[in-house]
């Protein structure tokens, strides 16, 4: 046999790689083990899974970051079964939304800590879900009522997620 | 938190504030409201006419009052009045239903939209 039948195309990932998956995978158990508790209202969700996205910011940079956050909601959407069906377009218009703030803050002279960038990802998460709902899925004036209690639990929660994200910032230093 | 973190949750504080005192005082005023019965026969109400409205339900007549460019059940056939307790309705989007005698009441603004799409 020559030598080049037998040669193998290798593709050799890198520590980066590595570590954006097992981030990402992190990332995705978190949105799926969310996706199975039940919440009082609505478009509530704890976003434990946006904590893995702060941290990648944080500790490794936006790139990874928005490798993370990509992979999560295309590989989550396809292992919950909601790939291309309204909930993956709400999932993305969230994720875009608070992905595109965290970079606009990430390259800003501004410096927020963990709890600046969770507050700022989560009611970024919320407006994007919320403005999609409203002009793909339901128009209706009504809609607006919900806006500001939406935004509250994103305040509280995007609070707690930064606290969490800060903590584990300082474990792992 | 450093001073960043504060300056972020004061503004997000105070758009909540803003935005629950703009829920409350909705600026866009309805100026009809479409009362239906049996969730079929519609009538449709001009706001601006003050009037007395008395449809027929399973159970009997319920009444609205329309004063001012706003609407109330005054009364009802019904056990527990929730709809007589909801009040004044002026609000584009509002909506209050008698259940038991099945009449419902929405306002609608000048424009009008879907309720939901679905694909």
Redesign the interface.
């Given at each position: 046999m020559t030598e080049k039948a037998t040669r193998l195309i290798q593709l050799t990932p890198t520590r980066q790689d590595v570590r954006i998956a097992w981030l990402a995978a992190l990332a995705i158990s978190l949105h799926i083990l969310e996706s199975a508790v039940p919440m009082p209202l609505p478009g509530i969700k704890p976003g434990l899974a946006n904590i893995v996205t702060l941290f990648t910011l944080l500790r490794y940079g936006l790139s990874e970051a928005i490798w993370v956050s990509v992979i999560r909601v295309l590989a989550g959407s396809l292992i919950i079964g909601s790939f291309l069906t309204p909930t993956f377009f709400l999932s993305l218009a969230g994720m875009s939304a608070s992905i595109g703030m965290l970079a606009l803050f990430y390259h800003s002279p501004l410096k927020p800590g963990p709890i600046g960038y969770s507050l700022v990802a989560a009611q970024a998460h919320i407006s994007g879900q919320f403005l999609t709902a409203y002009f793909l899925f339901i128009p209706h004036p009504g809609m607006w009522n919900l806006l500001p209690f939406l935004l509250s639990f994103a305040i509280v929660l995007g609070v707690l997620n930064g606290i969490i994200t800060r903590s584990l910032l300082r474990r792992l230093q | 938190?450093?001073r960043?973190?504060l300056i972020?949750?004061g503004l997000?504080?105070a758009?909540?504030v803003g935005?629950?005192i703009r829920?409350f005082h909705p600026h866009?005023d309805g100026a009809y409201a479409y009362i239906r019965s049996d969730g079929a026969s519609v009538q449709r109400v001009d706001l601006h006419h003050d009037q007395i409205i008395r449809v027929k339900g399973p159970l009997g007549e319920t009444v609205f009052e329309v004063n001012a460019g706003k609407i109330r059940f005054i009364n009802s056939p019904c056990p527990n009045k929730i709809c007589i307790h909801s009040g004044w309705h002026d609000a584009?989007?509002?909506?209050a239903a008698c259940l038991p005698n099945r009449v419902t009441l929405e306002i609608k603004?000048s424009t009008s939209?879907?309720?939901?799409?679905?694909?």
């Open positions: - | 938190m450093n960043t973190d972020i949750l997000s504080l758009l909540i935005l629950f829920t866009e584009a989007g509002d909506f603004g939209s879907y309720d939901s799409l679905s694909y």
